[in-house]
């Protein structure tokens, strides 16, 4: 392959071009994931946490660490 190659420059432009846009789908993909996934688990713990405020109210235990729901 020659440098000066125009038609080979262009192929590897594209490649170059087809390579960073697989790449950045990948990473939006993986972000929104991340991110869905970051909200469930804060639902789980707010759910969690207000559990334990009823177990606690039902055993008769007052929170001495502070409100649990903040």
Do not use: C, W, Y
């Not at 440098?3 to 960073?20: I, V």
């Not at 939006?28 to 207000?50: F, N, P, Y």
């Not at 606690?56 to 660490?65: R, V, Y």
């Amino acid at each position: 392959m020659a440098e000066s190659d125009p038609q080979s420059a262009r192929g590897l432009s594209r490649f170059a071009e087809n390579l960073l846009q697989q790449l950045q789908d990948n990473f939006q993909a993986l972000t929104a994931e991340l991110s869905l996934r970051m909200d469930e688990m804060g639902e789980r713990i707010s759910d969690l946490e207000k559990h334990v405020t009823d177990l606690m109210a039902q055993a008769g235990i007052e929170n001495t660490n502070g409100d649990l729901m903040n």
